[in-house]
Structure formats: C-alpha cells, structure tokens
C-alpha cells in the first residue's frame, strides 16, 4: 500500500488552533472508520491521540480533535502550546489485516 | 497496566540476521495483535506486519514479505520480529505496538544498526 499523505510540516503560535490533514483513498481512509493519529517527541515511542477517526482516548487532552470527510481525515490541535511541538503521524487500517502510516507531519509552535 | 518492553540494541554485519523480542504485560496476551513498526533515523513509521497470539496468523506489508518473521510464543507472553540478510538500509529504531483496531500501547523501541 502507498503512505497516506501528510503535510512535511505545520506551524502555529500559542493559543492558535492547527489542522494536519491525511489524505488516502477509498481502500483505507475512506473505506473504514479506523483512523488514528500518533504524537511522537524526539526520542520516544508515539502515543496514541485519536483513534477511530474522531474519539479521543482516556488522558489525551480535549485540545485534540479528529474529523473526516471522504478519504481525507484531520487532526486539529486548538489552544497550541509549547509542548505540543512533535511529529504526529495518521494512520489507518487498509484492509486484509493490514494498517499504513503517513509520511509524519512536524507542528513547530512559534 | 498494559506494558511492552523490547529487547536491547542490537549491532549487526550486512548479511546477518537479528531477533527482536517484545515482552508484554497487564493484559492477555491472546486477546490482541501485536504490530511491528520500523522508523529509519530521521525518516516516519512504517507497519511491518503482525501477528495473532491466538493462532499465529500473521500479515506482512509487502515491503517486508519474505526477510521479515514475526512470531508470538503464548508460554512467555512474548512476541518476536526477525529479519535476515540485514543491510545498512535497514538500520533503525523497532517498535512493537497492540490495541484493539489501534496502537494503544507501544513497547520504548529497540535500535539495530547495521554496519560492517
């Protein structure tokens, strides 16, 4: 399968909101309810922000929201702060047991 | 608590084959896939395959079909990934990840260099 697309980077100043789109196709995005999106600082492992398209687990700030029209999903960080700075990468189920990543997009907060 | 812990870094010549080990914990280990995820340095994620605890059955992106191995041993909760005929290109960072139609829970990530 080929990566989803992603944004190389994004930026935003504190208290600004930001969205990173993932665009995919009808075999993945679009075909199933299963999108997730990962926040990574340099370093570490990711962790899981949104997943299912939109629901938001237990912990991960209400600043965090996820949406999806079609085969392109979103994740909108709202109220930016310092610590937000990472890479986040989409990712979604593709069928037949199979998951593909997006390229990662990297939020710099001004 | 749901844990993942990896074996540690591991340095290997071209051609050569490693084994990664992914121990989990905190919840039962038949109930979810275990995913691996390869990040080359400085480059995103990319799946790798999984395995079903419960069966063995596993799935393999087509990029890593044929070097790559993933098994799960249910007498020790533990999953591994092998890859063989390792070549520089396949120097990075290895994560093991589960979750219910997610990654809920990642392991902190094994680092394998490949240098002659």
């Known amino acids: 399968q080929s990566a989803l697309t992603q944004p190389a980077s994004v930026s935003g100043s504190p208290g600004q909101s930001i969205t990173i789109s993932c665009i995919g196709t009808?075999?993945?995005?679009?075909?199933?309810?299963?999108v997730s999106w990962y926040q990574q600082h340099p370093g570490k492992a990711p962790k899981l922000m949104i997943y299912?398209?939109?629901k938001r687990p237990s912990g991960v700030s209400n600043r965090f929201s996820g949406s999806k029209s079609g085969n392109t999903a979103s994740l909108t960080i709202s109220g930016l702060q310092a610590e937000d700075e990472a890479d986040y990468y989409c990712?979604?189920?593709?069928?037949?047991?199979?998951?593909?990543f997006g390229g990662g997009t990297k939020l710099t907060v001004l | 608590e749901v844990q993942l812990v990896q074996s540690g870094a591991e340095v290997k010549k071209p051609g050569a084959t490693v084994k990664i080990s992914c121990k989990v914990s905190g919840y039962t280990f038949t109930d979810y896939y275990i995913h691996w995820v390869q990040q080359a340095p400085g480059k995103g994620l990319e799946w790798m395959g999984l395995?079903?605890?419960?069966?063995?059955?596993?799935t393999y992106a087509e990029k890593f079909q044929g070097r790559v191995t993933i098994t799960a041993d249910t007498s020790t909760d533990t999953a591994y990934m092998e890859v063989s005929s390792l070549r520089s290109e396949d120097t990075a960072m290895f994560y093991c990840a589960t979750g219910f139609r997610n990654f809920d829970s990642w392991g902190q990530g094994t680092l394998v260099t490949v240098s002659s």
């Open positions: 990712c979604s189920y593709a069928s037949s047991r199979s998951w593909v």
């Open positions: 009808s075999n993945d995005v679009g075909g199933y309810s299963l």
């Open positions: 395995v079903d605890p419960e069966d063995d059955e596993t």
């Open positions: 299912e398209d939109s």
